[in-house]
T-cell receptor, first 118, second 111 residues
């Protein structure tokens, strides 16, 4: 099946610094990618929808200036957590769908990035 | 609004069947999914069902949809230790829409 790769798999950063997480579709093109955040009690929350060549669409309650999303190409979306704080520590997961519309409706997920802010 | 609810924990003996239940609120949902997440990993799509279907079977997996009650279930026959994971119920309005997830059900396999 199609592969979505996230990098890094885990990162530890100091409070106040920024961290960039990459999400790449390796063998397909994705017009749209989604960023999720998984909370400690397993709740998977959609943060934003990343649209290639245009601004991301953020879900209610998600700070746009805090979580910067860039979707510069059909195979790459980045999430930058700016001025990270310990409460931003979480598991971040991206997903992508093949832009070619077809019967297959599968959204492919990256392996996730564990962010720890100390 | 959109909401997906599922129980947080299920314990099943190896070899028995596991049934994970889910309810959703948006009757417009067209696609309903079951995802599996193993420890420290991303999500893997197990199966999905269209809203105009009542049942879908794929090897050991059986999905039942009661659209009237907005209830979705996943049955895993002959549960194995490798089935130990968190199972997420999810829905989307259309193929290209965002996917809304439940909180996940942790399936624990007893020897």
């Amino acid at each position: 099946g199609a592969v979505v790769s996230q990098h890094p798999s885990w990162v530890i950063c100091k409070s106040g610094t920024s961290v960039k997480i990459e999400c790449r579709s390796l063998d397909f093109q994705a017009t749209t990618m989604f960023w999720y955040r998984q909370f400690p009690k397993k709740s998977l929350m959609l943060m934003a929808t990343s649209n290639e060549g245009s601004k991301a669409t953020y879900e209610q309650g998600v700070e746009k200036d805090k979580f910067l999303i860039n979707h510069a190409s059909l195979t790459l979306s980045t999430l930058t957590v700016t001025s990270a704080h310990p409460e931003d520590s979480s598991f971040y997961i991206c997903s992508a769908r093949d832009r070619i519309v077809g019967y297959n409706t599968e959204a492919f997920f990256g392996q996730g990035t564990r962010l720890t802010v100390v | 609004g959109e909401d997906v609810e599922q129980s947080l924990f299920l314990s099943v003996r190896e070899g028995d069947s596991s049934v994970i239940n889910c309810t959703y609120t948006d009757s417009s949902s067209t696609y309903l999914y079951w995802y599996k997440q193993e420890p420290g990993a991303g999500l893997q799509l197990l199966t999905y069902i269209f809203s105009n279907m009542d049942m879908k079977q794929d090897q050991r997996l059986t999905v039942l949809l009661n659209k009237k009650d907005k209830h979705l279930s996943l049955r895993i026959a002959d549960t194995q230790t490798g089935d130990s994971a968190i199972y997420f119920c999810a829905e989307s309005l259309n193929r290209d829409d965002k996917i809304i997830f439940g909180k996940g059900t942790r399936l624990h396999i007893l020897p």
